[in-house]
């Protein structure tokens, strides 16, 4: 049983350039999260999808940032015209959803983006 | 609305001394309340979790924390620290509604003393 992964796992850019990170979930999850976690702080959420739906986002979330699970499978977050503010890792985690009940969240080992 | 505050961002033990993390969380519904930890460049690992069963609840690596509504804390605890307990340590909320977003505290660095 593979568990949530996501490439690349270091990300360095410069400001105004576009970058695109992949998230991989556990293949029978059914939700996919989206949270940023920078330096000194706990992750904050982003975005989350059910299947391919995007269910809700984030204020964090600004125009620059884009979330996709085409298949409701893997998901990309596309940042256009990077911040050196954007620098931060990027966390996804999955989970299954069955109506009712809460069940964990697996995450994956994380993006970090650093924005020169 | 729904936040987590943790008290100390920084906690320095002695190997075998008793562990305590201390977590305190606003919700306007009964929460779901989870302890992680995360190694240096990795992931977060969940530890335990209290989803309004039992108030007292047992997790992995011999950790255990208690839910006590009047006071809104979830305190991790471990009886005798062990080195590889080094990490950061992580407490979050979920509240309200079903799409079990978590809210996190700032997180308490574990350091573990030989």
């Known amino acids: 049983d593979t568990g949530v992964s996501q490439d690349p796992r270091h990300k360095i850019t410069k400001r105004g350039q576009n970058v695109t990170f992949r998230c991989d979930p556990i293949s029978e999850h059914n939700r996919l999260y989206w949270y940023r976690q920078t330096l000194g702080q706990g992750p904050e959420f982003l975005t989350y999808f059910q299947n391919e739906a995007q269910l809700e986002k984030s204020r964090l979330l600004s125009d620059r940032f884009s979330a996709e699970r085409p298949k409701g499978s893997f998901s990309t977050l596309e940042i256009q015209r990077t911040e050196q503010g954007d620098s931060a890792m990027y966390l996804c985690?999955?989970?299954?959803?069955?109506?009712?009940?809460?069940?964990?969240?697996?995450f994956g080992p994380g993006t970090r983006l650093t924005v020169l | 609305a729904q936040s987590v505050t943790q008290l100390g961002s920084h906690v320095s033990v002695s190997e075998g001394a008793l562990v305590l993390l201390r977590c305190n969380y606003s919700?306007?519904?009964?929460?779901?309340l989870f302890w992680y930890v995360q190694y240096p460049n990795q992931g977060l690992q969940l530890l335990l979790k209290y989803t309004s069963a039992a108030t007292l609840v047992k997790g992995i690596n011999g950790f255990e924390a208690e839910f006590k509504k009047s006071e809104t804390s979830f305190h991790l605890t471990k009886p005798s620290a062990h080195m590889s307990d080094a990490a950061e340590y992580f407490c979050a909320v979920s509240s309200g509604g079903s799409n079990y977003k978590l809210t996190f505290g700032k997180g308490t660095l574990l350091t573990v003393n030989p």
């Open positions: 919700s306007s519904v009964p929460p779901y």
């Open positions: 985690a999955s989970s299954s959803w069955t109506g009712g009940a809460y069940n964990e969240q697996f």
